[in-house]
C-alpha cells in the first residue's frame, strides 16, 4: 500500500520534525522527527513493511516488531482525519 497527501493537505518540515496543514478545515498535526521520518518514507514509496524496517535501521533499539505497530499506529492516525489516501 503506498499513500500520498490529499491534495489540500500541505506540509512543512520543522527543526522537530513536521506539521501537517489541511487547508480545508484550518486544522494541523504536529509530528515528532520519528513520525516525520516514516511519513516522509511512505510518501517517497515505501510500502509501510519498508518504512518499519527504515524506523528500526535509525533506531536499533527499536524491535522491528514495535517499528511495525508505530508505523500502523502512524498510518491510522494520518487516515481518520483524511490526511492521507491511497495512491
Known sequence: M?????PDVSTTDTQDGMVLLDEATGRYWQLNSTAALVLHALLDGATPQEAA????????????????????ALLTALSEPRLVVPA
Open 2 to 6: 503506498t499513500i500520498a497527501l490529499r
Open 53 to 72: 524496517y527504515r524506523l528500526a535501521e535509525r533506531y536499533p533499539q527499536l524491535a522491528a516488531e514495535r517499528a511495525a505497530r508505530d508505523v500502523r
